[in-house]
């Protein structure tokens, strides 16, 4: 049996779609992570207001930018620049000042021990050593900080 590759370019090829109401894949992301904010604001015990939140592999910033809104300080490290800055320029639309930086989700650039919360949302699926990221995750977080962790 063939297994289906995963095409990680779509994201630097379509990364100017990640806040088009119009396309139907990014619509279809932006409704999933309608969801997952709402499951991590029902079970987390922190305020999103002031909450220092890492997004790795936040892509164009679907998540990073719903938890923004709620006035979370937010650094969102991904791979692919064309995806980082449609996330810088979505943030700068709605004056956030989030952080985008270009980085391997392994080995992010943010101090250790920083984070309120860590976001590894729908990624997982797209790395060669899941073990590494959630541990690279769990780097970031403080003490009694919050990992919120999906994948497909």
């Known amino acids: 049996m063939a297994t289906m590759q995963n095409d990680l370019e779509i994201y630097n090829r379509e990364a100017d779609a990640w806040w088009d109401e119009s396309d139907r894949f ?45 006035g979370a300080h937010v650094v969102g490290v991904d791979l692919s620049g064309p995806s980082l800055g449609s996330a810088a320029r ?14 391997d989700l392994t080995h992010s650039p943010v101090r250790e021990g920083w984070a309120d919360l860590v976001l590894l ?11 590494a990221a959630v541990t690279e995750a769990g780097r970031l977080l403080r003490p009694g900080g919050t990992l919120f962790l999906n994948t497909f």
């Open 26 to 70: 990014f619509r279809s992301l932006r409704s999933v992570k309608e969801f997952h904010l709402d499951l991590l604001l029902e079970h987390w015990a922190g305020d999103p207001s002031g909450a220092r939140v890492v997004d790795l592999g936040c892509g164009g910033g679907l998540f990073s930018m719903a938890l923004a809104d709620l």
């Open 90 to 103: 979505e943030a700068g639309r709605r004056g956030h000042v989030a952080q985008f930086v270009r980085g």
């Open 121 to 131: 949302s729908d990624v997982l699926e797209h790395v060669d050593d899941p073990k």
